[in-house]
């Protein structure tokens, strides 16, 4: 019998991502299900090899779809700080797990284990802590109010509200909290859900219209609620915003000043959806139930009011009967969003106590903003249903790629040509070339050198895949020079006098223009790198 203690690292076959998982911990040696043996004494070495494994393996089973794609982040090791976090979160999980199984045992190793892993999590956490500034003139009354509300119906917070510039509202600790605290804990019973529009008189000819979602309806009976003095909500509908401020309600100038980027057609293609639905639904709705539908209630205005209140605030929730569910959550919508955030799961009823609770994946000290991820999204999506950039570098601020290619056929045979798009992002990212060859991502490289050249890879034929690699890299180039030209400069905007919408898209033009250039500056180095070798070849010739 094998001294000490096994923890098991399964990848789910239910991953989306299953076979280009598998086949990443096939290459480093493991399996999908990796049996982890732990001595039950480890010195420091062993103990960091120990860890190392399966943050490892933890790290390919907690990617993303654009981690995936792009891989490590050179010099850090690791392929995005959300990831990192969420590799030791899982494998601390895991520990405690094993550690609660062997209580009668000495487990010493378990717990060294645990100890040297709660460390790592404070040193990224270190790492990417951002200072903010309270603005002590904002007095939070309202949401004070909300706060107190919220408690005498059963919540629980380690969390007081302030406005933090550049945030708008935040939640900001109250107290040092650890990895596993639990920030806020919401009842179920105070959550504004599809329920309450099954108790509602307008169920019953809203489920007689076809193709009518729980979240629709759950808008709709939002929109009169607000104005129900009576409602049970009052106090959280009072501290709502009367202009949400997102890509939804951006006017003109903002819009045209976007023409020729990507947020542009996302905000366009967003907002016609939007316009359709409405339609489809008034004013036929007033005219045959105004008792139900008032019209006054019911204008465009206050239909896209909702759908912003509804995109930048919502959660799903999975509730303790096993039903996703979207909804509003009082309090809890206070939370910001950040790239690095302190809590990454929030989103299933505990059945026991019937809440919802918000726990810390890392430590947020006193005084320190207390962030969620709203997802994996990038800086367009952000602003058109958030209203905000984040700060930072977004990993997810991609840009994707279509192509056409003469030789499809190839490109199917092509080892990784199985991603259905294709992408790229800022080099600054990464300056490791055997991650991003010449800046650029390796899946599509490869598979824009299979589309264009039969020859097998091999060092026979370095120099024709050369002259393929420098074809490509300026016909890359030559794209992104195009798409540059559409990012005008607008070093002309008073950001002083500017309005708030031309302000947002002013700083997302910057965004990409920033990556663009950055993406630029790799070709050239690339073909610059490509030119040299070529060069040599022939001189060796």
Known sequence: ??????????????????????????????????????????????????????????????????ELYFGQIGGLGFYSPRNEMEAQNFILSLIKSALSHHVRMQTHALQDLRDALINRIHELGTEFKVENKIDINYKCDKEKCLLQWAENNGAKTRLQIAYVEGAGRGAIAMEDMEVGDIAMEIPASITISEDLVYKSDMYQVLEKIDGMSSETMSLLWCMKERHNCNSQFKMYFDTLPENFNTGLSFGVEAIMALDGTLLFEEIMQAKEHLRVQYDELFPA?????????????????????????????????????????????????????????????????????????????????????????????????????????????????????????????????????????????????????????????????????????????????????????????????????????????????????????????????????????????????????????????????
């Open 1 to 66: 019998m094998r001294e000490g203690y096994s923890i098991l690292l399964e990848l789910s076959d239910a991953d989306p991502f299953f076979d280009k998982k598998k086949r990443l911990l096939n290459d480093m040696g493991f399996d999908v299900k990796e049996i982890v043996h732990i001595k039950s004494s480890l010195d420091r070495d062993s103990l960091s090899t120990t860890l190392n494994q399966m943050l490892q393996i933890a790290r390919i089973i907690h990617l993303d779809e654009v």
């Open 285 to 541: 709705l007033s005219k045959d139930h105004p008792d139900i539908f008032p019209p006054e209630l019911y204008t465009w205005e206050q239909f896209l009011w909702a759908c912003e209140l509804w995109y930048s605030n919502s959660m799903k929730i999975m509730f303790a009967d096993g039903n996703l569910k979207t909804c509003l959550i009082p309090v809890a919508g206070f939370l910001n969003h950040s790239l690095h955030p302190h809590i990454v799961h929030y989103g299933k009823i505990d059945s026991t106590t019937n809440s919802l609770k918000f726990r810390l994946s890392r430590p947020c000290s006193a005084g320190e903003q207390c962030c969620l991820s709203y997802g994996n999204f990038s800086g367009s999506h952000l602003i058109t249903f958030y209203g905000f950039l984040p700060q930072g570098d977004n990993p997810y601020d991609v840009i994707p790629l279509d192509f056409e290619v003469d030789q499809v056929d190839t490109m199917v045979e092509c080892p990784l040509s199985n991603w259905t798009t294709h992408m790229v992002r800022g080099t600054w990212l990464s300056e490791n070339q055997n991650i991003f060859y010449y800046g650029l991502p390796s899946p599509l490289l490869d598979c824009l050198r299979s589309a264009r050249s039969q020859m097998p890879f091999t060092k026979t034929l370095i120099k024709a895949n050369m002259e393929v690699d420098k074809e490509i890299l300026e016909d890359l180039q030559s794209t992104f020079n195009a798409m540059m030209e559409n990012l005008s400069d607008m070093d002309s905007v008073d950001r002083e006098s500017s309005s708030w919408d031309v302000k947002l898209a002013s700083q997302f033009k910057e965004m990409q223009r920033r990556i663009v250039s950055s993406i630029l500056t790799s070709c050239s180095t690339g073909i610059k790198l490509v030119e040299h070798e070529l060069s040599k070849c022939k001189a060796e010739e």
